[in-house]
């Protein structure tokens, strides 16, 4: 299929968005500077090399540029990069390729999003059994490794309570077009650094709720105790002049999470897509940002 300009670009994006995933520091997860949980940046680079045509392809539904794109990544890749990731950018890119020309982001986001299927749940499915999450377990209801009776938005009303993912399905991206996006503007006007914007969008993710794959993994109370240590990072890096003295309380908090095997990736996933989205907006010109009152408003 001879693919548009306007999809090349979302693919030239979505590459962007996880090269600087692995560009910028974030504690407990993988960069360039600090491989960890057996994976390093090439993984999850030559992850993105494979999934970028499929979560960009304007053939393809939701569910299926998921599926399409775990099964090219795991031909690439031997371990999950990027599940968590091509969930949220396949609906991103849906709503820009969809987008009304007077449409917000958000509010084709939530269209695409309402009219997902069973299909793309069957579809879902076999993507995240085929990426084999860690601490994936079992759901009484809507279990992946059953034929799904039920829509794609269903299913992730039934996940959101311990998956702050689905919870983006089911609340049109609230966490990522609304904190995340206050975080990575702040951060940059602190920091004026791009790479230090998105980590400083992570630990707004981190300190702001318990990582739901730290959750799934070893338990709620675990992941309590990473977010109070993202907050009392945080407060450390306020009293920071510069970045390198931020930089020496970052790679503390990356030490202590990843000698214990704590990987917070639904906050690394959350950030990636906020990167995303906010490439989205200012490229298509579909938004202003007023950070008044630290507010992001849409018009």
Same mark, same amino acid.
């Given at each position: ?17 996880? $090269? ?21 940046? $090439? ?27 775990? $099964? ?10 990027? @599940?968590?990731?091509? @969930? ?20 084709? *986001? ?11 749940? /069957? ?12 601490? *994936? ?8 490794? /059953? ?12 996940? /959101? ?41 992570? *630990? ?19 992941? $309590? ?31 202590? @999470? ?25 490229? /298509? ?15």
């Amino acid at each position: 299929m001879m693919r548009s300009p306007v999809d090349l670009q979302l693919s030239d994006l979505f590459l962007a968005a996880c $090269e600087m995933d692995v560009t910028a520091f974030k504690p407990g997860n993988v960069s360039r500077e600090s491989p960890g949980h057996d994976m390093t940046a $090439e993984d999850f680079l030559a992850s993105a090399e494979a999934a970028a045509p499929h979560v960009t392809d304007p053939g393809l539904e939701i569910g299926e540029r998921i599926y399409r794109a775990i $099964e090219a990544t795991r031909a690439a890749v031997d371990c999950n990069t990027n @599940l968590g990731i091509v @969930l949220l950018a396949a609906p991103l890119m849906h709503a820009a390729q969809h987008r009304m020309p007077d449409d917000t982001l958000a509010q084709q *986001l939530q269209r695409s999003l309402d009219a997902l299927t069973r299909e793309d749940a /069957e579809w879902v499915y076999q993507a995240i059994r085929l990426a084999a999450p860690g601490g *994936l377990g079992e759901s009484p209801r809507h279990d992946v490794r /059953e034929k799904p009776a039920v829509t794609l938005l269903t299913a992730m009303q039934e996940a /959101e309570k311990w998956d702050r993912i689905a919870y983006q399905y089911t609340h049109c991206y609230t966490d990522i077009l609304g904190a995340g996006l206050i975080s990575l503007h702040q951060g940059r006007v602190h920091w004026d650094s791009e790479s230090a914007a998105v980590t400083s969008a992570y *630990l707004g993710f981190l300190s702001g709720f318990p990582d739901s794959h730290i959750g799934r993994k070893y338990g709620l109370g675990t992941a $309590e105790k990473v977010q109070t240590m993202a907050f009392d990072c945080i407060a450390h890096l306020t009293q920071c002049a510069d970045w390198p003295c931020a930089k020496t309380h970052l790679k503390g908090l990356d030490q202590t @999470l990843k000698s214990s095997g704590f990987n917070p990736g639904t906050s690394a996933d959350l950030t990636v897509a906020t990167w995303l989205a906010d490439r989205l907006l200012h490229e /298509e010109g579909i938004c202003t940002s007023n950070h008044t009152k630290g507010s992001t408003q849409f018009v």
